[in-house]
Each structure stands twice: as structure tokens, then as C-alpha cells.
């Protein structure tokens, strides 16, 4: 368990080094002789065809190098590496083929691009596939508790959607929430809540064969590789949730499912791409259903959890900036 700033927070990050398994002998040598690479701020290795291999972590990055010079990946590095991701069985992973991605043991994700398999202009699957992107999953522990006054209030959660540019640790933050949540916080008289989790894409919970790999608390239920719109309904209608968690909302039939949610009296904790409120106002569909105060709180990442500067948070229904509430 490692300390480290972040949000303006002292908070504790843990990061299996389970995705290691997944790199051929070569490969998981240099690694982990790699300092940056066995960091605990690790946030993908990019793997290219005939390309050098590119560790990131923290806003930077760097080759992996061997006595020197970069390492460059070559065709039998990328399908070790999709072999061992998928325990040699690419049939048995048709569906993450379609999908571009693979979630491996410990919540982590490797994403591939290759030659498209169409079948009547439909995708169907990938093949020669020679980029590769392992990005390295965490739990932050703690990243969440400055925002949890600003996101409660009369010792309830409030519907929040949180907002950030890719890799700025949305989805680490929001599976944050939805631990604290579940857990519940005495120190601010807030008590568990059932949490239904609607994991699309397998990135918050991180589930490895419909086990999660990340701690969400004693009352959360995961409903994992299902559509959003199709899944918030859906545990609303099995689970009778307290609140209703899903990443990445987007269309027309996400905000469908999200106003079933809220007229069905769950709470909403979810996020969005992007990086300012005007810009989410501008978005059809988006836009007009934060205008009719649908969420509570927004909360907008104002940088990387690396930057230490805080969010803002917003009020749903007047879209000022919101203060602290009293518990």
C-alpha cells in the first residue's frame, strides 16, 4: 500500500501486479527491471508493431529500454501476449474480440487493434493484431472522501454525475463512491446503501470471470457486461437499489434508463466524458436533461488525480457551484 498526493488528499493506491502474467518472459524481464514500470502510479504499457514499447505513468512516459536503446515490440511479443491474455483460447474470447478489449485477473484491461473480420459490413472479431494497450488498473482508497460532503446532504447520497477527460481517474473515483457508499460512513452519520453496479465494459468492478477484483463494499451487486440502458432497468426492476452506478453514459437510451432510475426513487452515481460544464450543457440529450435538474451534483475534474487541484461540484438544479452541506 503506497501513499501518495492526489486530489488534495494524502490517499492509499493499491495495484496488483497480476498483469504481469500476461507479458512473455523477454518482455516481463525488462519490465520488471523498469523502475517506472513497478511504480505504483503505473498507467498503461503500449505495445505497437516494430514500434518501441512505452511505459506510462503519472502524465509521462518513457521507453523500455535494454542496455540503452528502446525495445521494440515484434509480432511473436504481441501474440504471447494475446495468448497468454486469453489462457490460448481466442474462441473462448469471441465476444472481447468484438469489443477490442480483454479485462485480465486483477480488474486490469488489455486493448487491441488489428485487421477488421466484417461479416456484412458488421465487425465481427479482429485478426493480425498488432497494437496492444495494457492498462494497469487501482483502487485509490480514500480519493473520494473531500467530495462526499459536497455530494451528500440530510445524511443521503445525492444523484452526482462526474465529468473528466480520459485518464484523469473518473472511473477510479466513481468506484470509489460506490465503495464508500455501500460501506456507508458513520463519521458523517451515513449509513449503507444497496448499490447496484452497471459495469458495461468490466472497468469498475473489474470482473474476471463474474468475480469483481476490486473492494466495492458489503452491499453492492454487479451486473456486469450488460448495456447501460438495457442494465440500469433491469436492476431497478431485481434489486430494489438504494442507488443505481454506471460509467461512461452517453445516448439518447442511456438518458432514457436514467430517468426510469430516478422515477423509480434510486439515486444515480455515474460519470461522463468531458471537461468543463459548458460543454456537457452543449450536448444533445445530455444537455437538456441536467438543465431539468436530473442530477443533483456535478462534479468536474479539474485535472489528472495527480494534480492535487479539487473538483468542482455544481449545483443540478441552479448550476452554481455547490458548498459543502451539513450532514
Known amino acids: 500500500m503506497v501513499k501518495y498526493r492526489g486530489w488534495g488528499d494524502d490517499l492509499q493506491s493499491v495495484s496488483n501486479k497480476l498483469w504481469l502474467h500476461v507479458l512473455p518472459p523477454r518482455l516481463k524481464k525488462l519490465v520488471e527491471e523498469t523502475a517506472d514500470a513497478m511504480s505504483p502510479d503505473l498507467e498503461e504499457i503500449r505495445f505497437r508493431i516494430q514500434k518501441p514499447v512505452i511505459i506510462k505513468r503519472a502524465g509521462k512516459e518513457r521507453f523500455l529500454l535494454r542496455d540503452r536503446e528502446p525495445v521494440c515490440a ?24 468484438k469489443n477490442g ?52 446532504a440530510n445524511r443521503r447520497w445525492l444523484s452526482t454525475l462526474v465529468a473528466s477527460p480520459p485518464r484523469w481517474g473518473k472511473t477510479t473515483l ?22 447496484s453496479l452497471v459495469d458495461e465494459r468490466s472497468e469498475i468492478a473489474g470482473s474476471y470471470l463474474g468475480e469483481p477484483q476490486f473492494e466495492l463494499g458489503p452491499r453492492t451487486d454487479v451486473l456486469d457486461g450488460c448495456p447501460k440502458s438495457e442494465g440500469m432497468m433491469m436492476v431497478v426492476r431485481s434489486m430494489a437499489p438504494d442507488i443505481v452506478a454506471a460509467d ?7 438518458m432514457e434508463a436514467l430517468r426510469h432510475v430516478l422515477l423509480c426513487g434510486a439515486k444515480i452515481l455515474t460519470t461522463v466524458h468531458g ?17 431539468q435538474g436530473a442530477f443533483d451534483r456535478i462534479v468536474v ?15 443540478g438544479k441552479s448550476l452554481g457551484l455547490a458548498a459543502a452541506e451539513p450532514v
Request: net charge neutral; glycine share 12%; hydrophobic share 40%.
Open 74 to 97: 515484434q509480432a511473436a511479443d504481441l501474440e504471447a501476449v494475446m495468448d497468454l491474455s486469453m489462457r490460448g483460447s481466442l474462441y473462448a474470447f469471441e465476444e472481447e474480440l
Open 101 to 152: 478489449f480483454v479485462t485480465l485477473p486483477g480488474g486490469h484491461r488489455l486493448g487491441f487493434c488489428g485487421r477488421a473480420v466484417l461479416d456484412q459490413g458488421r465487425l465481427r472479431g479482429l485478426k493480425q493484431i498488432r497494437f496492444l494497450n495494457l492498462r494497469v488498473a487501482k483502487q485509490v482508497f480514500g480519493c473520494g472522501d473531500a467530495l462526499i460532503p459536497r455530494i451528500t
Open 174 to 195: 466513481i468506484r470509489e463512491l460506490v465503495r464508500k457508499a455501500s460501506e456507508g460512513d458513520p463519521a458523517r452519520y451515513l449509513a449503507g446503501a444497496d448499490v
Open 248 to 254: 461512461e453514459i452517453g445516448g439518447e437510451r442511456d
Open 275 to 291: 471537461s468543463a460544464l459548458e460543454e456537457l450543457l452543449a450536448r444533445p440529450g445530455l444537455g437538456d436533461f441536467i438543465r
Open 301 to 315: 475534474l479539474r485535472g489528472p488525480w495527480y494534480s492535487g487541484l479539487p473538483p468542482a461540484v455544481y449545483q
